[in-house]
């Protein structure tokens, strides 16, 4: 995924127009909930974190969040206390294992359902804030094409979209990035193929959608939409066993098949 400079979004559909600096920001998003979204997000944070870099995961997904969960992080101040001014950023950044920092959402939060002029202002404001502080900015939104979700996304550098090879999840896959490529004007998005049941089953489900895409999301002059296939990373067992025992598979799991998918995409990433 090449880097492109982001800047503050002009409304919720439009993507970043006016350059900033700081770290590079990727948002990590799909089009349905359950496909190991935040799981992949967590261990990606740590695959880069081991390469020296500085890396901060904001839970984006406001109001349902579960980055605490899958970390096994019990924590006091949230996103939320932010927002409302009761704990400053620098008390609410917590270290996570794995050798990089969180800023966790609170959970339940109907207040951040929706997509205020406040909600839009401090998620913005919070972006500007952490961006110099790291080399890295991981997203982890939402699932779907809600207004928060797609604001979310929009603050961010790069796009990776995680899918599985279920119909529903690539059926909701496309619909996310069909929106990415039309509101947000994204000329490339990443894909990631979470749970494969196969080797190479990762490309063929990308060049379908790809080929979807080129009938259906209209091409700009000189500027193609560009699907890019960012890894697959196979049906592993110590992936579940990760879970149930919220540890990161990285640290706990380091030599397994999913463990070394998700260090290539750390790699590719960088590349």
Request: aromatic share 4%.
């Amino acid at each position: 995924m090449t880097p492109d400079p982001a800047a503050p979004a002009s409304s919720p559909g439009q993507p970043p127009r006016q350059p900033r600096t700081g770290a590079r920001t990727l948002a990590i998003t799909s089009g349905k909930g359950g496909v190991g979204k935040t799981f992949v997000t967590a261990n990606l944070a740590a695959a880069l974190a081991a390469r020296g870099l500085k890396v901060l995961v904001l839970d984006a997904d406001l109001g349902l969040a579960n980055l605490d969960v899958v970390l096994n992080l019990h924590p006091k101040l949230t996103l939320h206390d932010v927002f409302t001014e009761k704990a400053t950023l620098e008390q609410a950044i917590l270290p996570a294992p794995g050798g990089f920092s969180v800023l966790l959402a609170g959970s339940g939060m109907v207040e951040y359902s929706r997509l205020t002029p406040e909600v839009r202002d401090k998620l913005l404001h919070i972006i500007d804030l952490v961006k110099p502080r790291f080399d890295w900015v991981l997203l982890d939104t939402g699932a779907g094409i809600s207004d928060v979700v797609l604001y979310a996304i929009s603050l961010a550098t790069d796009v990776l979209v995680v899918a599985t090879p279920e119909p529903t999840s690539l059926t909701d896959a496309y619909a996310t990035i069909k929106v990415l490529a039309t509101q947000q004007e994204r000329r490339q998005v990443g894909l990631l193929v979470n749970q494969a049941n196969r080797v190479g089953e990762g490309k063929l489900i990308c060049g379908q959608l790809q080929q979807v895409l080129q009938r259906f999301v209209g091409p700009q002059p000189g500027q193609p939409f560009r699907l890019e296939l960012m890894g697959e990373v196979r049906a592993d067992p110590a992936v579940r066993q990760a879970v149930l025992k919220r540890q990161l598979m990285l640290e706990h799991y380091p030599g397994c098949d999913a463990a070394q998918a998700i260090k290539a995409l750390a790699a590719r990433l960088l590349g």
